[in-house]
């Protein structure tokens, strides 16, 4: 059931509906074939594509179910190659596994003037070598089923491709250096959305000497084997590529315009290289002095013999340029990076994304000195502080009552945070200088995930713990009488084990999947990417400000029962007082901590600076652990004499 579109003899446009056969096409001239509605098709004869009076340009086959595309020779070889004037065949979504073909007679060697082939989305595994199609510009296998070994020599060393696109290949698991080899006019390379593609070889990309858009989101590999050959590159893409640590030299890609990182950390690489190159040169060379540019753009029609006889990417895909453009400014994250290029007149930037954050920043960690100095101070104090707790606790005279099993239980959450700041300034020392380069290898770090773990077992404990002391002092003193209420050693042990392993749970989950610890240069869980993260963070905050609730409710209530007593005297209103002041601590400790995530989850540059976050890191995040030992033991009478006790007896027992 043909319909044709043209004159009678030679037809512009075949279009099958319902086709069984294609014996009845032999004996008409066309230029373009349509069967993609041909559902009951199941074998195509390739004497359509040749045969002596066929003009045919275009095969569209898209969508169509038969698996075997018939090969395309007989004995009249010569009638062949000067007959088929074939430049497109489009195989989207077709069932075609193979297009290869016995010696002699390839698609090819058959089809010269081929410009495009395109079988997206279908289940295309092989495919003839494509040297001798010498018109041949867009190669489109994007979703197809190719493998690692199959890619291998199909467009080796080919002279006039222009764009290649693999991804969604998902049984691709590498790319050896016979894949490209020297192509000298590709400028579109396409690899994303292969998540086990874990290696390129580091000499794959070496020939591709005009690559202008590379784009490999979303892979496995460590590695991205670009160099100085590549340094024409204008658009790069690795967004959702994790695993890429190892990023090249940002002096080798000087002409880049574009990048979508997946690290804020590759865009800091370039500002920082920037920032050298511009203290290098603080005044542009006049032009046209024979100077060697720091960086030296390739174009269309350069003195460097590329781009010859073709506009290639240049010219083709402006639009597609602009367009990628937009939807890079439209994101909202973009680094905007002003790097002197010394082949131009005047300052251009690299828009680069994701941009910088309070949480990824391209400075040192701590890049001031004070700030480092206060660092180490208040990580030395909190340990020390709850270090001394616990000692005097263990070895103390006095019975291990209620107040003391809880204030121990305090003190081991807090030399926690101690411990966690303690890796930070450690990381800050090791890493001075280079932490722009070294970042990516800190956030995923074992010390990385021990820290964060460390950070949220210990503020979820020592939430909990407070508020467990605090709901102890309010029952002992308001409902003493009441012995339901009373806390026996049974049922405060039982509280204490469920929140450790509250604790630690809530410290584990960023470890197998939800949010995650390796996002930021703190190792906190402040990774929002998906509902399920904004749900954990927003539960954290949520259980915290409930604790803040009820030890402020608790307080308020046995002030209101020490105030209003007949007996209140001046030692009850100092009392009163340090509960405010202990109320005052942690709704100071918690108050940032929501703040910095809610930033977090909505808007982390628009609500937290830099400065700010790092003041956090060091001063407020570890408030409680620094101040817990002084309000709820250091101060207290008994643990005084029980330290000054444990004092005097260690000389002796150093001489026994």
Known sequence: DPGVAGGPGHSASIFLYHCRSMGCLTSLGCQVLSLSSCSYLTKLDGAVLWYQGCMLSSLDIRYTEFSELNEIGNNNAPTIYSTCQLKDIEGIGSQVSSLKWSEGFELCTICRKLEQIDFSWSQLSEIDNLQNCTAL???????????????????????????????????????????????????????????????????????????????????????????????????????????????????????????????????????????????????????GTETTPLFVPITAGSSTGIHTGRIGFVGRHTAEEQAYKDRLFSSGNVERIPVYRASKEKDVELLCTPSATPFTPCLDMFAELWLRIAAWCVS????????????????????????????????????????????????????????????????????????????????EMSFYTLMLITIERYVTIKLSMDIRYKFTRRRLYILACGGWLFACLLATLPLVGMSSYTNNILALP????????????????????????????????????????????????????????????????????????????????????????????????PLNSCANPFLYAIVTNHFQRDLIRILKAFPEKVGD
Request: charged share 15%; proline share 3%; aromatic share 12%.
């Open 137 to 287: 510009i867009d190669l489109l296998l994007m979703g197809a089923q190719f493998t690692s070994k199959s890619i291998e020599g199909i467009f080796y060393n080919h002279t006039t491709l222009d764009q290649i696109n693999l991804s969604h290949n998902k049984k691709i698991t590498q790319i050896s250096d016979k894949v490209f080899g020297y192509m000298a006019n590709l400028t579109i390379l396409t690899l994303g959305f292969i998540p086990d593609l874990t290696y390129i070889h580091p000499e794959a990309f070496k020939g591709l000497v005009v690559l202008r858009f590379l784009d490999i989101q979303y892979v496995g590999i460590r590695h991205l084997p670009l160099g100085a050959s590549n340094s024409g590159l204008a658009f790069l893409n690795i967004t959702g590529s994790a695993s890429i640590i190892d990023f090249p030299e940002a002096l080798l890609l000087p002409n880049l315009e574009v990048a979508s990182m997946n690290y804020a950390f590759h865009c800091c690489l370039f500002e920082v290289a920037a920032q050298r190159a511009t203290a290098e040169v603080t005044t542009p060379p006049p032009i």
């Open 526 to 621: 402040f990774d929002i990417g998906d509902v399920v993260d904004k749900a954990y963070v927003g539960f954290i905050l949520l259980f915290n400000g409930m604790c803040i609730v009820v030890i402020s409710v608790c307080y308020l209530g046995i002030w209101w029962q020490v105030r209003f007593s007949p007996a209140f005297s001046k030692k009850d209103n100092q009392i009163a007082r340090r509960m405010a002041l202990l109320v005052m601590v942690d709704l100071a400790c918690w108050l940032p901590l929501a703040v910095l995530g809610l930033a977090a989850t909505f808007g982390g540059n628009i609500l937290v600076s830099l400065e700010a976050s790092k003041i956090f890191a060091v001063f407020v995040f």
């Open 380 to 459: 030395l104090l909190a340990m020390g502080g709850n270090v001394t707790v616990l000692l005097v606790i263990i070895f103390g005279k006095h019975k291990m009552d209620n107040t003391r099993f809880l204030v121990l239980n305090l003190a081991i959450a807090d030399l926690c945070l101690g411990i966690y700041l303690l890796i930070l300034c450690v990381e800050d020392v090791s890493t001075r200088g280079e932490f722009s380069v070294k970042a990516l290898d800190w956030q995923s770090s074992r010390q990385a995930q021990v820290a964060g773990f460390l950070a949220v077992f210990s503020t």
